[in-house]
């Protein structure tokens, strides 16, 4: 068996989103390593006591330890730290319990928790940063760039590239980006690029072409500030 890994994800696996991005791919990893998982539930979804155990069933069958913690919205910045809090926490005690060897935080808030971690236990640290979250933010109208919201969370982003033992991107543009970074020249950090992609076991191209509509557009999922339906 490999190392063990400790898996932080501050969307819920009750999620349709933790179950497609984070459980799909943790259940094959499973078979070669032991491996933690602590995800940030939303009251709504923790509440659907049946597809809660259905959900829990299904994770431990993998080989999966799961973790949960309640997530906290309101009031943002106090509710963000005392998960972050918590999470650092629980982290820790399962680092130094189960000797795990790896903490892997996925994108930001996760990240925070997971480079105290590190320092405390020297556990390595994947940071699985996706994208550039502070700016995603900014484009989508959320925050302003001149903002102390942005400014901090850039901070943060600058701490978890120097503290990371390997970053993980969806797209080899941002790492180009990085490279560029002047507080990284000559301590790179190595990376690994993994794209999101379909699971064409379930997600199957049709047989038969579709009518020769001038247009046929099929969507399920989001639509808000960051996508330019336009």
């Known amino acids: ?31 070669d390593r032991p ?18 155990k259905r959900l829990a069933h299904l994770i431990a069958a993998s080989g999966i330890v799961w973790h949960p913690l ?7 910045a106090i509710a963000t730290a005392w ?10 005690h ?22 105290i971690i590190k320092r405390l236990t020297g556990a390595r640290f994947v940071f699985d940063m996706r994208g550039f979250w502070a700016d995603e933010r900014v484009d989508g109208g959320l925050w302003p760039r001149s903002g102390r919201m942005y400014r901090i969370a ?3 982003e600058r701490q978890f590239l120097l503290g990371a033992d390997h970053v993980v991107s969806l797209t080899y543009a941002a790492v180009q980006i990085i490279k560029g970074f002047d507080y990284l020249q000559g301590r790179m950090p190595p990376f ?7 699971d064409l076991g379930r997600f199957k191209p049709a047989d ?23």
């Open 94 to 115: 399962l680092i130094a319990r189960h000797h795990l060897k790896i903490v892997h935080a996925r994108s930001y808030v996760p990240s925070v928790m997971a480079l």
């Open 70 to 76: 309640r997530y906290h919205k309101k009031p943002s």
């Open 208 to 230: 038969t072409p579709l009518r020769e509509d001038p247009f046929v557009l099929g969507y399920v999922g989001t639509v808000g500030t960051w996508y330019l339906f336009d």
């Open 192 to 198: 690994t690029v993994i794209p999101t992609c379909a």
């Open 154 to 156: 850039k901070w943060f």
């Open 35 to 52: 491996i933690h998982l602590i995800s940030f539930e939303k009251g709504s979804d923790w509440a659907n006591v049946t597809e809660r």
């Open 1 to 31: 068996m490999g190392a063990g890994v400790l898996y932080i994800s501050y969307d819920g696996m009750l999620e349709p989103l933790g179950q497609s991005q984070v459980l799909a791919y943790l259940k094959v990893l499973a078979t």
């Open 83 to 92: 998960d972050i809090a918590l999470g650092t926490a629980l982290g820790c």
